[in-house]
């Protein structure tokens, strides 16, 4: 099952979002979840992150939660709102 996690990130969390991205990068690098894509939200003009989108594969939702709060960016208290939806894939 394919699930979309779409994070927005706290207002004015930008300074601890680039620190903290070291460890959020190694977080996903050690492969806690089937990762098809990812990336950051930014700004519309694309110059500031604001939050974190990803394309995750797994059983549950209990596995995207996990990896969820898992992910460093979770711990430092980033994202201010954190949504999980079920997507179906249709094409691509």
């Known amino acids: 099952m394919h699930w979309i996690v779409f994070c927005t990130d706290t207002p004015g969390s930008l300074a ?3 620190a903290s ?3 959020h990068r ?5 492969r806690p979840i089937t990762l098809l ?8 003009a694309g110059e500031n992150k604001i939050g974190s ?3 995750v594969e797994a059983q549950t939702r209990g596995e995207v939660e996990a ?7 979770f711990a430092a208290g980033i994202w201010d709102e954190v949504r999980i939806h079920r997507f179906h894939r249709k094409m691509g």
């Open 16 to 18: 601890l979002r680039e």
């Open 21 to 23: 991205t070291p460890k």
């Open 26 to 30: 190694a977080y996903l690098e050690s």
């Open 37 to 44: 894509t990812s990336g950051p939200l930014v700004d519309d």
């Open 53 to 55: 989108f990803f394309l």
């Open 67 to 73: 990896f969820n709060r898992n992910d460093p960016l």
